[in-house]
């Protein structure tokens, strides 16, 4: 069973800065992915970021050069967020996926390789 407990969510203004932190728990597959979603109010929930195990990254282009994903103290995975925008907002999620997969030549984001879930962050930017 994986656990994951995401934190580091909170209100900022536009052009602030946030970081988010992942701390998992349980028994990750040995391949796994780690990943970050965002939902905003009124949308479907999208894929913002992931990592490989071999330090492998894909962005959403929405935040491409803004955000940086990346693993720390084993397998917990950060989320540093720059630049924000009022776009930005969102409840973000920590996502794990028990393996390492490829569309094309990029990770793939996809929300249904994901079967691990933490409770969601709430992240607001304002204008």
């Known amino acids: 069973q994986v656990q994951l407990v995401e934190s580091g969510g909170g209100s900022v203004q536009a052009g602030g800065s946030l970081r988010l932190s992942c701390a998992v728990s349980?028994?990750?597959?040995?391949?796994?992915?780690m990943g970050w979603f965002r939902q905003a109010p009124g949308k479907e929930r999208e894929g913002v970021a992931c990592i490989a195990k071999d330090g492998n990254t894909n962005y959403a282009d929405s935040v491409k050069g803004r955000f940086t994903i990346s693993r720390h103290n084993g397998n917990n995975v950060r989320l540093q967020m720059n630049s924000l925008k009022p776009e930005d907002t969102g409840i973000y999620y920590c996502?794990?996926?028990?393996?390492?997969?490829?569309?094309?030549?990029?990770?793939?984001?996809?929300?249904?390789?994901?079967?691990?879930w933490g409770q969601g962050t709430q992240v607001t930017v304002s204008s």
């Open positions: 349980g028994r990750p597959h040995s391949n796994y992915c």
């Open positions: 996502a794990a996926a028990p393996g390492t997969y490829y569309l094309g030549d990029k990770l793939d984001l996809r929300e249904a390789l994901f079967p691990y």
